[in-house]
């Protein structure tokens, strides 16, 4: 079986919880791109004529490079509106939030002689000069602090200061943003700093976009925030694998595993990089190892019984395979692993169960088909079932020489000689050895016609 970077584990913490889970800006089918383009790309909104002083992305920009200029501290405050900002007729003291909720932001802002501007839907953000990130959290609790009586928290805010690292002070604004990410997994009244978590959050969008370029940057920051987070070290080990550069990878994951010697993703993605290289010893070593940490996880337990197959440990194998398929009985490649442990145990009812089951899942799965029909072939049952197995093996992967010649032996044990014939040259013309059973197909049709 094709093994393929993108099999490593991302992370099972609170980031991929976030990307899952609480992010309502993916679209269902999983792309991070309108995340990715609202950062500065994304249409700006319409001014509002309700408030001359507030800027666009731009004019926040601006004044950033201009007005705040000689400040040798800005602090920023990225905010989502929660609910609607409309008052209920009925009962103000029940709204929401005040009747427009950017009033309450455009206060705070004039009082600290801040600047604010909107950037998205119900999304605004505030800089203030000669602030810290200290003096940001303060500000963004003024925000509840203003709208007491709100049934609900109104507000998810996100802190970002400027200096940090090695970002200059525009980004000060896409910080901010990135720490309102990190407060979205926390939910509605929550107030977030800008961290090393908010660039593996924000890393995770770009690497769910496709562009691990983009994420090995956000993973880089946020290891200078924080070079002891091991998530980061493994997510970066990630994104060196996908792009094939096993030695960095490996590199980062035996640095994630220093930092976190008990954690299962480290653990597994060395192995699994193990397994790319062909070191199976070694490999098989790490998903023990992870198992012992983490039992049942399925990847785990399915690498060690495939890894146990491959080096003739065919008995220690069965286990770990059996528990796999219970672990995720949805996986077509672990009852087929199943399916071949059994037979070369020779248990051929039971490899066909789980073949079947492997088929079942996948009805496009062309090896499974060729593999249940040649056990029915060998058995010499259900003759007519093995030939529709391996026909349609033969019209999935019609290159196929190994599933030609399987067809062509049920074809042989049909009876149906010209038909087997063509099957067995056309599986030698591929490459198959399949000279024997031509020699053996022509003297039976030689013998039947002299009969």
């Known amino acids: 079986m094709a093994r393929h970077a993108s099999n490593l584990f991302k992370n099972r913490s609170t980031t991929q919880e976030f990307l899952f889970s609480h992010s309502d800006e993916i679209t269902d089918d ?11 790309s994304a249409a700006a909104p319409s001014p509002d004529p309700r408030f001359s002083d507030m800027q666009d992305r731009q004019g926040l920009v601006h004044a950033i490079n201009t007005q705040m200029a000689s400040a040798a501290t800005l602090c920023a405050i990225a905010v989502r509106i929660e609910g609607s900002s409309r008052v209920k007729a009925d009962n103000v003291k029940k709204a929401v939030v005040p009747e427009d909720a950017a009033t309450v932001i455009a206060a705070l802002c004039r009082t600290h002689k801040g600047t604010w501007a909107r950037i998205g839907p119900e999304r605004f953000a505030c800089v203030f ?48 943003e990135k720490a309102l990410e990190h407060a979205c997994f926390f939910g ?18 770009f690497y769910q976009a496709g562009d691990i370029a983009g994420a090995i940057s956000e993973y880089k920051k946020g290891l200078l925030l924080d070079p002891a987070d091991a998530n980061l070290h493994n997510s970066l080990g990630v994104c060196h694998g996908v792009l094939k550069d096993f030695d960095n990878a ?3 994951f035996e640095h994630a595993i220093r930092l976190s010697p008990q954690e299962v993703m480290a653990i597994y993605n060395k192995g699994y990089i193990l397994l790319l290289k062909g070191n199976l010893e070694q490999a098989l070593e790490c998903f023990l190892k992870a198992d012992t940490c983490e039992p049942n996880v399925f990847e785990v337990i399915f690498h060690i019984g495939q890894i146990l197959v491959e080096m003739g440990a065919t008995e ?64 010499g049952e259900s003759l007519d079932v093995a030939s529709v197995l391996c026909e349609q093996s033969v019209r999935l992967s019609p290159d196929n020489g190994l599933f030609r010649h399987r067809l062509g032996h049920v ?13 067995f040259e056309m599986a030698a013309a591929m490459g198959h050895d399949s000279q024997p059973q031509i020699e053996e197909t022509q003297d039976r049709m030689t013998a039947s016609r002299a009969s």
């Open 250 to 252: 490996l590199s980062a």
């Open 188 to 205: 509605p009244g929550t107030i977030t700093g800008f961290d090393a978590v908010s660039l593996n959050i924000s890393g995770d969008r």
């Open 316 to 379: 220690k194998a069965r286990p770990y395979l059996e528990a796999a398929t219970l672990a995720n009985n949805r996986s077509g490649p672990a009852f087929k692993s199943l399916g071949a442990c059994l037979d070369n145990l020779g248990l051929t009812k039971d490899a066909i169960q789980a073949y079947k089951s492997a088929v079942k899942i996948n009805p496009g799965d062309a090896e499974s088909l060729s593999l249940l029909g040649r056990l029915y072939t060998e058995r």
């Open 30 to 40: 999983g792309n991070a791109q309108e995340v990715l383009t609202r950062r500065g």
């Open 129 to 176: 000069p000669h602030l810290t990130a200290a003096d940001g959290h303060g500000l963004a609790q003024q925000l509840f602090d203003a709208v007491p009586e709100a049934e609900n928290p109104p507000f998810t805010i996100g802190v970002a200061a400027y200096p940090t690292i090695n970002y200059v002070r525009t980004q000060l604004i896409d910080n901010a």
């Open 411 to 423: 074809f042989l044990n049909q009876g149906k000689l010209n038909h087997a014939l063509a099957e």
